[in-house]
């Protein structure tokens, strides 16, 4: 089990499909944003745990669609990603220009 510390804005890449980024939180919460392919089936424990199936493949929990997410939700999330690009593009031209 990998162990990472992490900021607002963060994130983690798993292979080249998924990526989770951390969007802050409090001291009992974490909020992150799961970006992946349909074809994962992603489920939060409580979920396996209320409808009593244990975490193993093939135990898929099927959801009906969330509701829109609100617009200050959106906007948050595209600055997120904007200032996520404007680091990253600030990092490659300080790096050519060594």
Do not use: W
Request: proline share 5%; net charge positive; charged share 35%.
């Amino acid at each position: 089990m990998l162990k990472l510390t992490v900021k607002p804005g963060e994130y983690v890449l798993i292979g080249e499909e998924i990526k989770i980024v951390f969007a802050g939180g409090s001291s009992n919460n974490l909020r992150v944003l799961v970006d992946a392919p349909k074809k994962y089936n992603i489920v939060r424990s409580e979920a396996l745990v209320r409808y009593g199936m244990a975490p193993e493949p093939g135990n898929e929990v099927k959801h009906y669609r969330d509701k829109e997410i609100s617009p200050e939700a959106k906007e948050k999330i595209k600055s997120i990603l904007m200032a996520e690009r404007k680091r990253i593009r600030r990092e490659e031209r300080e790096v050519s220009s060594r």
